[in-house]
């Protein structure tokens, strides 16, 4: 049975049926190249010479490169006049491998264990008047945000096509203060109150900045080598913006008893590939940037 429609060429139906059964990237070796469609995401690279076991004559080979793809394909039906006409649209989307899988099914599984518990949690009483009680006393300045715990209304937010809510960033800082406790960790964004002598605060603050209510990047401020470096992961759309962010940082480090002049850095980081994942990596960028001592 031939695996591609309309064609009984062995090579060709085995090429498919590999490019079927990888997964992520795969690397091979194949004496010729011309049955490995680009249709099928093969890539081609130069020919080369090989020494193999069953002849005394180098043989040419082709290295063949195969991304696994998930193809999806959308088909939609016209009637004109008596005859029915059918417009297929596909796209193909990078497949994740098994290991992959395994471990997003082993999350959910976890998560969704964890969800029915969140909003009886909410659902009660005593959570709302505790939430009440927080939200004054951070109010009234009575404590420090970040000390609050994460409500389980945010926690049940956090899931996929979701962006974190600050509750959540915070709470990610508070986690980066355990093992980071030489570092202050600040959402940079706002108002920095001095209630101490400048000398008594931390000479490296990790934080994460909210650009238009709508992005997070994450910022490094080192009043120690006099730098500011700056993460975000989609670079290309808001680096019209860091001028003022960086100009910001400034009037925060001099509000801070820092006279020293500041160079800016900006880090380079992978970009996202959405539109809402931009506290997960700010999240991560602050954890890169705690653990990175120098510019």
Known sequence: MPLVPGCNNLSTNAAHKFSQDFT??????????????????????????????????????????????????????????????????????????????????????????????????????????????????????????????VPANSLVLLRDSFWLSTDIMLGYQSLLKQTFPCIWFKQLYKTISVTKRPEKFPRIIVGYWNLQEKHWIAIKLDMIQNYVAIADSLYSTFQGMHDVVFQDVENIATKLGHSGELTRYTVDVPDQCNCNDCGVFACLFQLYMAQTVSA
């Open 24 to 149: 992520g990237v795969t690397w091979l070796a194949v004496h010729n190249s011309e049955w490995f469609w680009s249709s099928s995401h093969y890539t081609p690279y130069k020919p080369m010479k090989v020494q193999v076991t069953w002849s005394s004559k180098p043989c040419e080979v082709t290295i063949l490169r195969h991304v696994q793809h998930i193809e999806i394909t959308e088909h939609r039906q016209e009637k004109k006049g008596q005859k029915f006409r059918v417009h297929t649209k596909g796209l193909n989307l990078p497949s994740p491998t098994q290991h992959d899988l395994k471990l997003w099914d082993d999350f959910m599984m976890q998560f969704s264990d964890l969800v029915p518990r969140l909003y009886e949690v909410i659902s009660g009483e005593k959570f709302l008047k505790d939430r009440c009680r927080v939200a004054s006393a951070e109010a009234t300045g009575l404590i420090d945000a970040m000390h609050s715990p």
